[in-house]
């Protein structure tokens, strides 16, 4: 039986208008209504085609409906798709180990979204404190770095630098404190003998693909490791193929003591996050004191694995840094023709733009209407981060793209 895809009833300007009134506004979309996509492209609702330059936020690093990942995920539909961890399911075993070997640590705790993985490893890193390490009850404090993104929840947000993130959302929660990113002085003299963790994104996402300078991240697993503190590295939009490695933290050959995934974890198909560590940290977790309904189901655990085994073959860690050299050397060529600066590893860059030409907003939406979809992040930066599988021939295009703009003006 072939099933006839199905179209909207109605316009995307109509669909546009209709969620003003029923859709929270906590986003600010460009104005392009997706209906359909395959690979690094997607398809509005009128049938016009675009290239996908922000996947997701590396959610769909290894593009849209991988065929691999479909069958994978249409597979498990068949078969069982939630037990809750009141019992055991048959694919979660496999997910766990295989991503425990991806990582090279010890333990796996299943969660759904990167906030929720962020949050758990901070509930864990505050036990590991008290069991392991002695801190005195509720004293256990975590250093993070300033325009750092690690979600949107409450107890995140109280330590996030951004106003935005944080106005009116108070009161926050203890035990943060925030050094600047990519200074190892200031984290060091923030460590004392309360300190539970250190938790930074190897590269800074959001606060616009911020690179630290080589040996930070070498410098961040010495001291923690010298201080008697965990490091915990955020790879939630860094890891799992976008920087040219597995994890961003291996461009520095470092293993920290936990690591979070996020984002591509669930293929593009489902929310898949986790916190994955070494033994010593997670098994500070005892039956009752943290969960998730969803968490490890076998839906999410077979999209997972089915993610682990294409990032096994090495495949997509090659292309990343493959293309990410044409992407370097386009961006290379439009510094000083409206490019003022950029920031890039793998498939992955951040360009700020010069604020003469427009910001990144107006920048986003001049490409769009050329069939590009970017975001922007602070001011007149954007962030470039197709899926995995873009061709040169693509990417190359989008870039030409861009230059037109950069020389017209947005
Ligand atoms: C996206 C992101 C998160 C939060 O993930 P959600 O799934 O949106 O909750 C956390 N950390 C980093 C580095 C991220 O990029």
């Not at 010495?222 to 961003?248: M, N, P, Y």
Request: net charge negative; aromatic share 6%.
């Amino acid at each position: 039986m072939t099933v006839a895809p199905s179209r909207s009833l109605r316009s995307s300007a109509e669909l546009i208008r209709a969620e003003e009134p029923v859709l929270a506004h906590n986003y600010h979309p460009l104005p392009v209504v997706v209906a359909r996509a395959e690979g690094a492209w997607v398809e509005d609702v009128e049938g016009r085609r675009y290239l996908d330059m922000l996947a997701g936020y590396s959610a769909l690093n290894f593009g849209h409906r991988h065929p691999a990942l479909i069958e994978a995920a249409h597979r498990q539909l068949d078969q069982l798709t939630l037990t809750s961890r009141a019992f055991h399911n048959d694919r979660l075993a496999g997910f766990a180990e295989s991503l425990a070997a991806l990582t090279g640590l010890d333990m796996v705790l299943p969660m759904n979204t990167g906030a929720e993985a962020v949050e758990s490893a901070v509930k864990v890193a505050r036990k590991w404190a008290y069991d392991v390490k002695g801190v005195p009850a509720d004293r256990a404090t975590i250093v993070v770095a300033a325009d750092n993104f690690h979600g949107r929840t409450t107890t995140i947000v109280s330590f996030s630098t951004d106003e935005s993130a944080r106005a009116g959302f108070g009161p926050f929660t203890p035990g943060f404190r925030v050094v600047p990113y990519n200074d190892l002085a200031a984290l060091e003299t923030a460590i004392d003998e309360t300190t539970a963790a250190v938790l930074i994104e190897p590269i800074q996402g959001e606060a616009g693909v911020v690179i630290p300078d080589d040996g930070y991240l070498r410098g961040v697993r010495e001291v923690t490791r010298r201080t008697g503190c965990l490091f915990i590295a955020d790879e939630i939009q860094s890891g799992l193929g976008r920087t040219g490695r597995t994890l961003a933290v291996e461009h520095e050959d470092v293993v920290p003591d936990v690591v979070l995934l996020g984002k591509a974890l669930g293929g593009g198909i489902v929310p898949v996050s986790a916190v994955v560590a070494r033994r010593e940290v997670l098994q500070v977790l005892r039956p009752g004191e943290h969960g998730s309904t969803f968490g490890g189901n076998p839906l999410a655990a077979a999209v997972g694995s089915a993610v682990v085994e294409l990032l096994e073959t090495g495949e997509f860690q090659r292309r990343a840094e493959e293309a990410g050299v044409v992407l370097r050397d386009g961006l290379t060529a439009l510094v000083g023709k409206g490019v003022r600066s950029f920031r890039a590893r793998g498939l992955w860059a951040g360009v700020d733009i010069d604020p003469a030409i427009g910001t990144g907003r107006e920048i986003s939406e001049s490409l769009m209407r050329e069939g590009i979809l970017v975001k922007d992040t602070h001011g007149s930066t954007i962030r470039l981060a197709p899926p995995l599988t873009i061709t040169n021939e693509d990417l190359t295009m989008a870039l030409g793209t861009l230059e037109q703009i950069l020389r017209k003006g947005a």
